[in-house]
Nanobody
């Protein structure tokens, strides 16, 4: 079983950049998809970015393509989300999630193991 802890959230001005990290512990990190979701106040949780277990395939919400980049380093048991040109509407709690393809990915979240979340606030 994998445990996930996000870090790197904070306050950034519109147009700025921020990098998030997701540190994993446990036995199965290298076998899991790694994903980022976000949830704004009063809103549903939405998929942001994901990567296959070997990092070969990456998926992005249409709204973040070209601005956000997901990566993973299995040797370090860490996933990353580099966020550029952030906008105020992207203010949310960002969650790291891991699981199996078809259960935790760009189209499914019922099988995800979740981190505790990290707050990202983009000011105007």
């Amino acid at each position: 079983q994998v445990q996930l802890v996000e870090s790197g959230g904070g306050l950034v001005q519109a147009g700025g950049s921020l990098g998030l990290s997701c540190a994993a512990s446990g036995r199965t990190f290298g076998s899991y998809t790694m994903n980022w979701f976000r949830q704004a106040p009063g809103q549903e949780r939405e998929f942001v970015a994901g990567t296959s277990w070997n990092g070969a395939m990456k998926y992005y919400a249409d709204s973040v393509k070209g601005r956000l980049t997901i990566s993973r380093d299995n040797a370090k048991n860490t996933a990353y989300l580099q966020m550029n040109t952030l906008q105020p509407e992207e203010t949310a709690v960002y969650y790291c999630a891991a699981g199996l393809t078809g259960q935790c990915d760009n189209s499914s979240d019922w099988g995800c193991t979740w981190g505790q979340g990290t707050q990202v606030t983009v000011s105007s």
